[in-house]
């Protein structure tokens, strides 16, 4: 199939959603690589040949999670008594480990807001000392700052004032939108069971991060049984909030990996083929300035084609946690990602988990400000400092 359309006649960022989806179905070979050899292109005016990653370390906060999605294997409903939320002292022992390794990023993650659903959830919080799940990832972002190591809040959807809480304490914070398409939503599909999965919830958090000043990430998860014309919409969603709020620092892009023991662990991924092809449009259709991300643990062997279609960012590496999300998935350990970065003719950067046009007091509280320059923790570029 080839399409009306060429990148020599289409200026990146002008392109239509009908035109986008054209070409997702694309599969003329010589078509896809003139896109990709133009996404690369964009990718290079504004990247320099430099792709970013960050050293993280993973704190999964709670594995109760008051959604069940059919792809997910990071949740778990029966945890012993007592055992609802990783203890404070596991956690200290995590983040000493960290700053022993010069690790920038606490990733704190967990499912979404456990307390509602479980009473030994919420007993276990008020028995801590805490009223709620936001108040524990306070706690322990504020704990991560004392040791020079700056969180990244990964809390599912989140309320105005509750992101404004957090953003004292937080140098970045995300949410996957994941999809744009409430159909998934509907019985049968992924998000059936999932109340936090509502798009129009997701879009709220994100617009509200936006309102805020938080440098945010987001990004969809591919392969979970959207349309190309979902995917389009997903995409074009994040590039129309962003335009308003400048506030999407990254946008992953995500394949699913079926996980052993969930509904979904006899789907197969989406392939390789349509993921470089998602990421070339992607390119396409957000604004330059947002960096695209793709996990390198997910798409091992087939790291120079993402390059090549114009991905600028790695995304979290961690050398002492593993990807809680996909554990059969291991990180490349960072010297092999220098190696196949530079085969591409790329140079691999290391940044903190905020990019370095966001490193000013608009976005982030004087509280993380100051560390980030009292530490001297980056270059005069703005990336990580070693
Ligand atoms: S919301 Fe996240 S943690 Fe909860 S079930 Fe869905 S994917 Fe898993």
Redesign the pocket.
Known sequence: MTSNYSPHTILPHSLAENQAVEFIKLDDVDEISAWKKSAQTIANNVYQHQITYTTNVFVPLTFL?R???DY?G??HSRIPLGEEYLKPEKIEKILETAKHHRVSEVLITM??KPEKKYPNAQKWLLEHGFNSTVEYIYYIAEKALTFELLPHINA?TLAFDELRHLREVSASMGLMLETISSRLTHRGLPHAQ?P??NPKIRMTTIKNAGTLKIPFTSGILVGIGETPKEIVKSLFSLKNIHEKYHHLQEVIIQNFQPQKHTPMENFSPPSIDLMEKIIIIARYILPPEISIQIPPNLIQGHELRFIEAGISDWGGISSITHDYINPGHKWPPIAQLTQITREGGYRLRERLPVYPSYLNLDWLSSRVYNLIRTRNLVTKDGYRKR
């Open positions: 999670c959604n069940a999605c997910c990071f949740r499912g979404d599912g999932s936090d999965k």
